[in-house]
């Protein structure tokens, strides 16, 4: 077994309104940055131990679809790195 | 008969709801999570409030309890089940019902009292009602803005799920009536059988004839179909 680190991303998907980003976007804005889109997203870091990186990566996403994500709403990435 | 109230560590509209049913002439007890459904269960009500502080989403924590295994086979088998508010969210979050409650367009939370106009009222919550009569129910909620994909949302509007839509109080929708955002003005929903159903509008709180309107009885009275 190995120790890696999984990285799930999960972000409302394109279309879907984001007041929060909206507010921050504005905030920023006021401090007079300049830019033409805000996304935020929550990232999720999963410590676990797998045969490989595959294994990893599944058990990952099997967590995105069951709980850290709503499909309905939501996409997700996963991204596996091998512990140092 | 006994509607099981079921409480999660964090719901607050709990009491208020027995309360309101018992008023309404109703067996109503509350239910802690972790102890199961009761065997004489023959209506389950997930109450308002925020469970598990809201962590993650509204609703997420709260769908994934044991209880709500034993939620979904009862409903099934017939049991009529209502979601209010928090209740809505984690009815969604468990796929009771389709589309998920998430972030009110405002970014805030809003607490205040808003119309509803019944878009369908033949259903177990709105046989009460005349289908199009504007209702009056207090909400309270950060996370109240009805999302899911616009093909889906017509499906269920032409399947006749969409229980309430906000309102003014001639019924007309606009965006200056819709307090959260939701897509199309959807304050409640059914499931796959109309014997389901969530709502953001809080139906206990305008049940008790001491205490100003009583809008929310007739849907509280679906546990008696």
Redesign the interface.
């Known amino acids: 077994m190995t120790a890696f680190t999984a990285t799930v991303t999960v972000r409302l998907k394109r279309g879907?309104?984001?007041?929060?980003a909206?507010?921050t976007q504005r905030s920023l804005e006021r401090l007079g940055f300049e830019l033409d889109d805000l996304r935020s997203a929550d990232v999720f870091e999963l410590d676990l131990d797998a045969e490989d990186a595959e294994d990893a990566a599944d058990r990952a996403e099997e967590m995105a679809e069951?709980?850290?994500a709503?499909p309905?709403?939501h996409d997700y990435d996963v991204a596996v790195a091998e512990q140092e | 008969m006994t509607i099981a109230v079921i409480q999660f560590g964090g719901s607050n509209c709990d009491r208020d709801s027995v309360q309101a049913l018992e008023a309404m002439g109703f067996d109503a007890e509350l239910v802690w999570h972790e102890d199961g459904l009761p065997d004489d269960t023959t209506g389950i009500m997930l109450p308002g409030g925020f469970s598990y502080g809201d962590y993650?989403?509204a609703g997420?924590m709260a769908a994934?309890s044991p209880i709500m295994q034993d939620v979904r086979e009862a409903a099934v088998d017939g049991t009529p089940v209502l979601g209010v508010c928090n209740g809505a969210q984690i009815g969604?979050?468990s796929s009771l019902t389709?589309?998920?409650f998430?972030?009110?367009?405002?970014?805030r939370f809003q607490c205040e009292h808003v119309h509803l106009r019944v878009e369908n009222a033949d259903t177990p919550w709105t046989g009460q009602y005349e289908e199009g009569e504007v209702i009056e129910l207090p909400i309270a909620h950060g996370e109240g803005?009805y999302?899911?994909t616009d093909d889906r949302l017509e499906e269920l509007e032409g399947d006749g799920r969409i229980l309430f839509k906000y309102c003014d109080a001639e019924g007309e929708v606009s965006p200056e009536a819709n307090p959260n955002?939701s897509k199309h003005a959807v304050a409640g929903v059914t499931g796959e059988s109309d014997h389901v159903a969530v709502m953001m509008p809080h139906p206990e709180r305008a049940s008790l004839e001491d205490l100003d309107r009583t809008d929310g009885q007739p849907v509280l009275s679906g546990f008696a179909d």
Do not use: H, K, M, Q
């Not at chain 1, 879907?16 to 929060?20: A, K, N, T």
């Not at chain 2, 998430?102 to 970014?107: D, H």
């Open positions: 879907v309104l984001d007041p929060e909206a507010t069951r709980l850290l709503n309905t709403i | 993650l989403r997420a994934r969604c979050e389709p589309g998920a998430t972030t009110n367009e405002s970014a803005r999302e899911i955002g």
